[in-house]
């Protein structure tokens, strides 16, 4: 293959458990990008919080962030994509949330707001590195659209949850988990999968020439958009069944593998 873009999710594939890149990772994304092939960063995380680790890379094409929600070029800050969440949904998920008594982080011109200061928001914003801004009541402060929510609670609730907004919303709002305990709801068109096509389309890249590596089901939706997908070792059964290859996990260097694998040898 002639990979000319790389797409890497963070949490669980670039970043391990310390939340850092490790230096084989980095060297191999460094070297791939002297001999041309340009990386990108497709995460769940807000803009902000994916730009320190782009520019710890020299990452300077487009970023995908919220899922796809926003797609905005790290070296400019021009906006290349954008999607928001249509309110009237978003009311709907945060009265349904409410009954379930899930956290409820809602994000707004990549600014995150909450409706308590709780332990949950404060660990979400220390791994995040990210302020988090406290309201009164989510539904006042809502006036314009927000990109993402995110729901925090167990598993088994927001698998529920998941069904019923499924069932009620259909097509018209994206739901994905990037992590067993967040639930997230986006545009439709705010997937992993359109914010690459997006840069794909910035670059002149064709989707053949794109490896994707990830590790949830949020990145199915990329795997679907790229020559080679790449899933962790550290991912659930199910999401590796959709990848075209298996690499290490996160921990012992999965992305590093990859990108000397399919990037590196030969070249």
């Keep these: 293959m002639n990979i000319k873009l790389v797409a890497i999710d ?13 230096p084989r990772a980095k060297n191999a994304i460094r070297r ?71 956290q ?6 990549d600014n995150l707001y909450v409706e308590e200061d709780t332990h949950l928001s404060r ?7 990210v302020k988090v801004h406290v309201v009164d009541d989510l539904l006042d402060f809502l006036t314009t659209e927000p990109t993402k929510l995110l729901l925090i609670g167990r598993e088994e609730e927001l698998d529920v949850m998941q069904q019923e907004c499924c069932q009620l919303f259909g097509d018209a709002v994206y739901i994905t988990k990037s992590k067993y305990y967040f639930l997230e709801f986006t545009h439709p ?24 590596i990830g590790d949830s089901y949020n990145d199915l939706e990329m795997f679907c958009h790229a020559g080679l997908s790449v899933v ?36």
């Design 104 to 109: 409820i982080n809602s994000y707004v011109n």
């Design 32 to 102: 791939a990008m002297d001999q041309g092939v340009q990386v990108t960063l497709a995460t769940g995380r807000m803009y902000r919080s994916a730009l320190p680790y782009a520019q710890e890379l020299g990452v300077e094409v487009p970023l995908i962030t919220y899922q796809g929600g926003l797609v905005k070029l790290s070296k400019t800050g021009e906006v290349l994509y954008h999607r928001e969440l249509p309110l009237f949904y978003a009311r709907e998920i945060i009265k349904k949330a409410r009954r379930y008594g899930f």
């Design 232 to 267: 962790m070792g550290n991912a659930r059964d199910e999401v590796k069944a959709a990848a075209d290859y298996v690499t290490a996990t996160c921990e012992d260097d999965g992305v590093a593998e990859a990108i000397e694998k399919f990037v590196l040898e030969g070249r």
């Design 10 to 22: 963070l949490d669980g594939t670039l970043l391990g458990d310390d939340l850092t890149i490790s």
């Design 123 to 129: 660990d979400y914003g220390k791994k995040t590195g």
């Design 189 to 212: 068109e705010a997937t992993k999968g359109h914010g690459l096509m997006a840069v794909a389309r910035w670059m002149g890249v064709s989707t053949d020439d794109i490896m994707a």
